[in-house]
C-alpha cells in the first residue's frame, strides 16, 4: 500500500508542471487525497484536497485559481495541475491518502516530489 509521487522539476517564474499521484495496493475512490508541501525551513501546508464524499476539490489561498486538481480513479491516480508558478510554490511537494471505516484511521503519504521555481 503505498503512493508515489512524481512530476516535480525545475521551471522558471510563470511556467507550469503537473504532478501525479499514482496509488497502488488500493483504490483512491472512498479516500479523501490530497496535496501539501514543505518549503525549506517552514511547516508542511495543505494546499488542495478532493473529498471523498462528493468529489470536490478545496484550495489554499495561496494555489487558488493557479492549481488544479483532478482525478483518475480508474488508474488510482490524482494530478495537481500547476500554472503561472512563481519561485514562493518552491518546496517538496507530498500527496496523502486518508480514510476512517468507523473502526481504523488510514493515513497514507507519497514520499514527496520536489519543485523548484526559479526567478
Known amino acids: 500500500v503505498q503512493l508515489q509521487a512524481s512530476g516535480g522539476g525545475l521551471v522558471q517564474t510563470g511556467g507550469s508542471l503537473r504532478l501525479s499521484c499514482a496509488a497502488s495496493?488500493?483504490?483512491?475512490?472512498?479516500?479523501?487525497i490530497g496535496w501539501f508541501r514543505q518549503a525549506p525551513g517552514k511547516e508542511r501546508e495543505g494546499i488542495s484536497c478532493?473529498?471523498?464524499?462528493?468529489?470536490?476539490?478545496h484550495y489554499a489561498d495561496a494555489v487558488k485559481g493557479r492549481f488544479t486538481m483532478s482525478s483518475d480513479n480508474a488508474k488510482s491516480t490524482v494530478y495537481l495541475q500547476m500554472n503561472s508558478l512563481n519561485p514562493e510554490d518552491t518546496a517538496v511537494y507530498y500527496c496523502?491518502?486518508?480514510?476512517?471505516?468507523?473502526?481504523?484511521?488510514?493515513?497514507?503519504w507519497g514520499q514527496g516530489t520536489k519543485v523548484t521555481v526559479s526567478s
Open positions: 496523502n491518502a486518508e480514510k476512517f471505516d468507523g473502526l481504523r484511521s488510514y493515513d497514507i
Open positions: 495496493g488500493f483504490t483512491i475512490d472512498d479516500y479523501a
Open positions: 478532493l473529498s471523498s464524499k462528493d468529489g470536490s476539490v
